[in-house]
């Protein structure tokens, strides 16, 4: 069937060290993916989204990559701050079904300081 | 939480009766959500908003139905509540449907006892 889905649902990283979450999705047809931050207690915050046209952007201590061939969704936090510890989530956008997003179930992010 | 408001934060019930959830946002966006959040499942859709007096169902919507009489409000009623019920509901709005982000409120907690 049709799914969002994260490789590893928890990962925990050293203060300063890259993180890389990763996200797989099945639906070729999907044209927009988004990750959200939730931190505990909270609702999900946007952190970046990108466009299947393009295959990397950039954004302030983050990065996400997306791999059409593999459908392939990974997100980078370069220098992994204590701030960064929260549950992060890929969400994946299709065009046929443009009012709905279909999240993963998330993986959580512990930085050791 | 980008001009969301969720009310009740916090609500316990019983059985059996029934609940309403309030979301009210200040910017005027056309689109509104409704989701549910549990442990291992994600975020799922109940109902969303295309407009004033425009509804529609998503995956999970048995048991729930919706309302939106104003553009700044989006209620979700449980007709007779469930303890299968018991969860925490984010609101989220957007301003062009799923293409553009949806931005979340602080979320729900409810517990049906």
């Known amino acids: 069937g049709e799914s969002v889905g994260l490789h590893l649902p928890t990962l925990s990283v050293q203060e300063g060290d890259n993180s890389i979450i990763n996200c797989a999705y099945s639906?070729?047809?999907?044209?927009?993916f988004i990750w959200y931050k939730q931190e505990s207690g909270k609702g999900p915050q946007f952190i970046i989204d990108?466009?299947?046209?393009?295959d990397k952007r950039q954004g302030q201590r983050v990065t996400v990559l997306l791999n059409k061939t593999v459908k392939h969704l990974s997100l980078q936090i370069a220098a992994t701050q204590p701030g960064d510890s929260a549950v992060y989530f890929c969400?994946?956008?299709?065009?046929?079904?443009?009012?709905?997003?279909?999240f993963g179930p998330g993986t959580s992010l512990s930085v050791i300081p | 939480d980008a001009g969301i408001t969720q009310s009740p934060r916090h609500k316990v019930t019983e059985t059996g009766t029934p609940v309403t959830l309030r979301c009210h946002q200040t910017?005027?966006?056309?689109?509104m959500y409704w989701y549910r959040q549990d442990p291992g499942h994600g975020l799922r859709l109940i109902h969303y908003?295309?407009?004033?007096?425009?509804?529609d169902k998503g995956e999970v919507s048995d048991g729930y139905s919706v309302s939106r009489s104003k553009t700044e409000d989006f209620l979700l009623t449980l007709e007779s509540a469930t303890s299968s019920q018991t969860s925490v509901y984010f609101c989220?709005?957007?301003?062009?449907?799923?293409?553009?982000?949806?931005?979340f409120g602080p979320g729900t907690r409810l517990l049906v006892l």
């Open positions: 989220a709005i957007s301003r062009q449907g799923a293409q553009e982000t949806q931005y």
């Open positions: 639906n070729s047809a999907s044209d927009y």
């Open positions: 910017e005027n966006h056309r689109y």
């Open positions: 908003s295309y407009g004033v007096k425009d509804t």
């Open positions: 969400a994946e956008i299709r065009e046929t079904s443009y009012d709905k997003v279909i």
């Open positions: 990108i466009r299947s046209n393009m």
